[in-house]
Each structure stands twice: as structure tokens, then as C-alpha cells.
């Protein structure tokens, strides 16, 4: 049996009964293009500050983690940070299974074999290396306000600064802090085969600054070993948090 006609007719100007028209399917395809390319540059820019924020937040937690684990065992916890090509007072790259890391922590043991080296064995905690996410600040001009670093904030564009103000006793400009038995962070000159000068309370205040081109974001370490997370407000021009 076939269908009455009826039931395969159009109705008026095209329309079928049970459709919809070609140029109506067209303004559909064309209203969800345009809102699909609204929304994948809105979302792609959510997900990478996402990406950069959870980056922040592992370093603080790594600081954290060091503190901690300094009170806990009694040693001497040493952080080595900073561009590729960075190394500690004695020459020894700053790396973890023989790949560079941007942050690495290290047990230096009790304080009266510690060197403040990076040596066999001694990697405790690493922070590997995150696409397009790089030391420095693209929008920031002025450090947090809590920064006690001695080491001068230098709002270049990445790679030309390596993102901290942490300093030695003398104020001369670092790429490490270590964590005391008793949770204190201090600066350290660093010398071969040994800490050199050592600071005492207070020396090791100071802030890391990290960006991911979009949005910048701090990390500061205050001289009693509290650590805070900041992102730079643009709207503002100040930091938030």
C-alpha cells in the first residue's frame, strides 16, 4: 500500500509538515558556528589560567611540603629553582632523572653533614616543566606587597628573568632557600662543597612570580616560612588574593 498524497505533500512555501526548511537548517548550522567560535577562544583561555593556576598551586604545596618535612625529620630541606641551565653553588645542574625541572626539592640531611648541594639520592620532590607556563610576569609592574625578597623584581617578559626575589645574607640575588629543622626558611650564599654563609630568621623571605602570558601569578614566601598564592588583577592593576 503507498501513503495518501496528502501525507507527502508540502505545506505553503515549502515547508514540509514534519521538516523544516534548507535556509532554516542554514541559519541553524550558521547561529552555532558563531556561537562555537565565541565560546572555544573563551574556554581554551579558561583552561590554560586553570592549567597555570594548579601549576602555582603545586609549587606552594611544594614549599609547604618542605617546611614540613624539615620539622618532621629534623634536616636541612634545600629548594633549587629557576631557567634551564640553572645549577647549585657547586656546578650541579638543577635536574631530576637527568632532565631539568624548574623547581626541585631536596633532603640535605641533618645540618651537621648538609651541604646545600645537589647530591645522589638527595631528590626529594620535583615540579616538571608545564607547556607554556614560564618564570616571570607579562602584565604584573610591581610585586606582591608582602614580597620581602631582597632580589630586585623585574617585570621582564620570559625568559629574561628568572622569577624570584629570594637573596643570600649579602642581598646578592639566589636561585634556592632552605628550609631549617625548625620550618624557618633562610637565604644561603653557597659556596663549593659547602651552605657558605648561612642567614638567620627572616633571610628567607621572598616570592616566586610565574605567567602564562595571559595571566600572572605569585607565590610568596613570608620570613617565618608562611606561603601564599596571588594572581595579578588586570582590571585592578594589583594583586588579588
Not at 505553503?12 to 558563531?34: A, H, K, N, W
Not at 625568559?159 to 636561585?175: C, E, I, L, M, R
Request: aromatic share 8%; net charge negative.
Amino acid at each position: 500500500m503507498t501513503a495518501p498524497d496528502s501525507a507527502m505533500r508540502s505545506a505553503p512555501g515549502g515547508r514540509s509538515r514534519s521538516g523544516v526548511t534548507l535556509i532554516e537548517l542554514m541559519v541553524v548550522v550558521g547561529l552555532m558556528s558563531v556561537v562555537l567560535g565565541l565560546a572555544v577562544p573563551a574556554f581554551s583561555d579558561w583552561l590554560g589560567n586553570q592549567r597555570a593556576k594548579a601549576a602555582a598551586r603545586s609549587l606552594a604545596d611544594l614549599l609547604l611540603l618542605a617546611r614540613s618535612e624539615a620539622i618532621r625529620t629534623g634536616n636541612r630541606y634545600v629548594v633549587f629553582f629557576g631557567n634551564p641551565g640553572n645549577t647549585d653553588a657547586s656546578g650541579n645542574p638543577v635536574e631530576k632523572d637527568g632532565a631539568w625541572v624548574p623547581v626541585l626539592l631536596i633532603n640535605d640531611g641533618p645540618p651537621v653533614g648538609s651541604d646545600c648541594q645537589i647530591g645522589a639520592g638527595e631528590a626529594f620532590e620535583a615540579i616538571a616543566p608545564v607547556d607554556e607556563i614560564w618564570w616571570g610576569v607579562s602584565y604584573a609592574d610591581a610585586a606582591v606587597s608582602t614580597d620581602s625578597g631582597a632580589a630586585p623584581f623585574n617585570p621582564s617578559p620570559p625568559p629574561d628573568w628568572d622569577g624570584a626575589t629570594f637573596a643570600d645574607p649579602s642581598n646578592a640575588k639566589v636561585n634556592w632557600l632552605l628550609f631549617r629543622p625548625d620550618g624557618m626558611p633562610v637565604g644561603f650564599s653557597g659556596a663549593a662543597g659547602s651552605c657558605g654563609t648561612i642567614g638567620g630568621v627572616g633571610s628567607g623571605g621572598g616570592a616566586f612570580y610565574a605567567t602564562n602570558g595571559k595571566r600572572d601569578f605569585a607565590v610568596v614566601v613570608s620570613p617565618l616560612g608562611g606561603v601564599r598564592l596571588h594572581v595579578w588583577n588586570r582590571s585592578t592593576g594589583a594583586w588579588s588574593g
